[in-house]
């Protein structure tokens, strides 16, 4: 079975595949403009930030821009990996897997780790997600980072039967057990992690992904939203893309009304302001919104 990461990549190369080279030129120009002289990626504030970082590196790995590779490795070098939260470790893990490929040349497909790696166990970090190593979002971090690292996830059925208890009447998921709302990103979390270890297709979350969604196109985080966001819409289409389903509404037209003039992607069309995480959503979200129209 095909790595969520895998699967991303693939997801964001079929939205570059599907632009101009002006295009092109565009995106990689705002990507480019984030990137400090240690080659890591700044964040909302400007400062260097390896969650970002992850980001960013993948973003250059896709649109064939060039990086050095000596200045990636000090800069991985210079992060204290044990004593990072399970989203910074998972991004460093991540970032290491990255440099390789791009030591390579390999942008065509996602590799599998050299060999197996250890990772900390989950009960280990000190900070997770809500505080919660069962919720979809952290149980999403995690088999990412197990499926990057080249281990495999045990106590599958254990998994499958813990975000039961996360899953809302209307179908979708929340992030808390004792919550009131399903959100879009419990619910996309929750969907890629059950299709990693499950067979069984997930019509209620998927019902629920479709409620979320309105007629420009976009999803809304929570049905108390006042607007869809970026980041939501990616995550609900590439959740949509992997259980082979198709939305109500087409989307490309809300993505590219997305794109700003800076080349980079912004989050709602209140803001101005884009980042290089925002791009990543961008383009996930056209790869996504083309692979099943």
């Not at 590799?111 to 197996?116: C, E, G, N, W, Y």
């Not at 879009?184 to 997930?202: D, E, P, Y």
Request: glycine share 6%.
């Amino acid at each position: 079975m095909q790595s969520i990461s895998a699967n991303i990549l693939d997801t964001l190369k079929s939205g570059k595949d599907q632009l101009g080279s002006e295009a092109i030129d565009h995106l990689s120009a705002f990507v480019q403009s984030q990137l400090l002289q240690d080659h890591s990626f700044m964040n909302k504030s400007g400062e260097s930030d390896l969650y970002y970082t992850s980001f960013g590196w993948m973003l250059c790995l896709v649109l064939g821009i060039h990086l050095d590779t000596d200045k990636m490795t000090g800069y991985l070098s210079c992060q204290h990996e044990h004593d990072l939260d399970l989203i910074h470790y998972a991004a460093f893990k991540r970032c290491e897997l990255i440099l390789y490929m791009h030591k390579k040349g390999r942008a065509l497909t996602w590799l599998k780790t050299r060999s197996k790696q250890h990772v900390k166990d989950l009960n280990d970090f000190k900070q997770v997600p809500h505080q919660d190593t069962r919720a979809p979002y952290t149980q999403f971090i995690w088999t990412s980072l197990l499926e990057d690292t080249g281990n495999k996830l045990t106590e599958k059925s254990k998994i499958e039967k813990d975000l039961e208890q996360y899953r809302h009447e209307t179908g979708g998921f929340m992030n808390v057990s004792d919550g009131h709302t399903a959100t879009t990103n419990a619910t996309t979390a929750a969907l890629a992690v059950l299709g990693q270890i499950s067979q069984v297709k997930q019509e209620k979350a998927i019902s629920y992904l479709n409620s979320m969604q309105d007629a420009t196109g976009g999803y809304k985080a929570a049905p108390s939203a006042p607007v869809p966001d970026l980041l939501s819409t990616a995550t609900a289409l590439f959740a949509l893309k992997s259980c082979n389903e198709k939305p109500d509404y087409p989307a490309l037209e809300f993505i590219e009304a997305h794109w700003a003039e800076s080349g980079g992607f912004i989050a709602t069309l209140l803001d101005e302001k884009s980042d290089v995480e925002y791009c990543f959503y961008g383009l996930l979200a056209l790869g996504s919104a083309l692979s099943i129209s």
